[in-house]
């Protein structure tokens, strides 16, 4: 099944989901990201984002031209519906990156977001920081796999961006088998070579 990315507010995905977008450079990736984020927003979610580029106040710019009044983005980011975030505050806080602590900042901020009345929350984040070899990075792929128990427990879409000028193909295998759905060329795609997490783990065994 397909369906494209950014056509209303279920942007053509399910709570629960844990999505792989891959694209080449950040024009390419702003095509699915904004839409994913213009979307949400509209429809009350929750917005988390985590990226490195580009600066905060320019990434709100580019958000905001998807709006009659470019002001409500202002306000959603007043309002912490939308929060911009550095890998250096989410991902590699403390100076590495921990799975076990990566996904206790996401559960607080979707406990947190879902007790303050949000029905949704999208979260969408971009590993950039991978290729500068910060503490704790050979744990990322586990910490995909494991994204795979936690992405159902809550109304939640995480949507993970890969630039693949960045990755190696082996990541990029790696990556794909570890996310239910893809984006490609716009459209969300069922991932015919996903692996659940006892299967993948068994397989990196």
Partial sequence: MTNAIGSGPTLGFEPGDHVCAFYVGTAERDKLLMPFLQEGLRAGNKCLCIADSPAHQTMVANIAEGFDDPEDVERSVASRQLELLHSTDSYTRGGSFSTLRTIDFFRETVEGALS??????LISGEPAWLSQGAPG???????????????????????????????????????????????????????PHYLSPDEFRATAR
């Fill in 116 to 121: 303050s009345g949000y029905e949704r929350v």
């Fill in 137 to 191: 990075a050979e744990e990322f792929v586990d910490y995909e796999v494991s994204l795979n128990d936690f992405a159902p427990q809550y109304p939640q879409v995480i949507l993970c961006l890969y630039d693949l000028e960045r990755f190696g193909g082996g990541m990029v295998v790696d990556i794909m088998r570890t996310h239910k759905k893809l984006v490609l060329g716009g459209f969300v795609l069922d991932n």
